[in-house]
């Protein structure tokens, strides 16, 4: 690794982000003397932020809301998976050149496999199509999901999401909705749903009628504080699986991490911050 001693992450909001937590707790297990900070950048400032990842002492950096998508353009290079999923997470400074890439994806898939949540052959709902649901989409659809329908407030950002992806999975069913329109027909025979909306972040809303959820299956809410949203309390009742998404959150950071510095992550000192920043913190609308 070239000498470096800082690291980022972009967003706005960021205040609360554990990922500092996270990063730092695995530089300073790795003897590695490079700090990790969270910038509140907004979106005209943010041209000018990737611009100062060029600087010889920085790492890289990490991308979170709501910058995923735009921050394509800003880069000088972008990896194939993150250009087909449009949504980038992480930048690392080679030189001087700015790589892109999306640990997102590979993290989610992570998380799912860890926690023996089957996606092979699977009825996939997805809630919300911004940056983290396009990494969702397409870490189910490599897994040899059967069938993914896609579920948005709007309905065209999620036929844009859609459109990118079905020549890549021609052996997958892709389908796309309004979230005002689910009805038991479209919900109930799923066997797993995906929240990647911000609905429950910092209320006691859900994104999805109680009513509609199936009685088999699982369902993961990529929100990892509170630890349970109204969603995941609703589907555990349903007779559901559930999962948050601290394990997505450090899966990839790990993998973020080894990209910056070309060894393993310390996964378990990234864990361990992780479930304590997660029982000290209150609710934010960070993602990571």
Same mark, same amino acid.
């Given at each position: ?22 990063h ?8 590695i ?24 002492d920085?790492?890289?950096a990490?991308?979170?809301?709501p ?5 394509i353009?800003?880069?000088?290079? +972008?990896?194939? !998976?993150? @250009? ?7 930048? &690392?400074?080679?030189? *001087?050149?700015?790589? %892109? $890439? ?35 989409v397409y870490a +189910?659809?490599? !897994?040899? @999901? ?7 407030? &709007?309905?065209?950002r *999620?036929?844009?999401? %859609? $459109? ?35 609905v429950?972040?910092d ?7 109680a009513?509609?959820l ?8 990529i929100?990892?504080r509170p630890?349970q949203?109204?969603?995941m309390?609703?589907?555990?009742a ?6 948050n ?44």
């Open positions: 690794m070239r000498t470096a001693s800082r690291a980022f992450i972009y967003g706005q909001p960021i205040g609360h982000s554990i990922s500092p937590l996270i730092n707790a695995a530089f300073k297990e790795a003897g003397p490079v700090r990790y900070e969270a910038r509140e950048v907004s979106a005209t400032e943010l041209a000018q932020a990737i611009e100062r990842l060029r600087q010889p920085v790492l890289g990490n991308i979170t809301v910058h995923k998508e735009a921050v353009r800003l880069v000088d290079e +972008v990896d194939p !998976a993150a @250009a087909l999923i449009g949504s980038v997470n992480t930048i &690392t400074n080679r030189g *001087a050149c700015l790589v %892109a $890439s999306n640990t997102d994806a590979p993290g989610f898939a992570r998380a799912l496999k860890e926690a023996l949540i089957r996606v092979e052959q699977a009825d996939v709902l997805v809630l919300g199509a911004g940056g983290s649901a396009r990494a969702v +189910v659809l490599s !897994a040899g @999901a059967r069938c993914v329908l896609i579920a948005n407030r &709007t309905l065209e *999620a036929a844009q999401l %859609a $459109s990118g992806l079905h020549e890549h999975f021609p052996n997958s069913i892709l389908l796309t909705g309004a979230l005002a329109d689910l009805g038991p027909a479209e919900v109930g025979a799923r066997t797993l749903i995906v929240n990647t909306t911000v429950g972040l209320s006691d809303e859900t994104p999805l009628d009513r509609l199936p009685r088999v299956g699982a369902l993961v809410d929100i990892y630890a949203t109204r969603l309390r609703d589907a555990a349903s007779g559901l699986r559930t999962l998404g601290l394990g997505m959150l450090v899966h990839q950071a790990a993998l973020a991490w080894e990209t910056w510095v070309g060894r393993p992550a310390p996964l378990e000192a990234m864990w361990q911050a992780a479930r304590l920043a997660q029982a000290e913190a209150t609710p934010t609308r960070s993602r990571q």
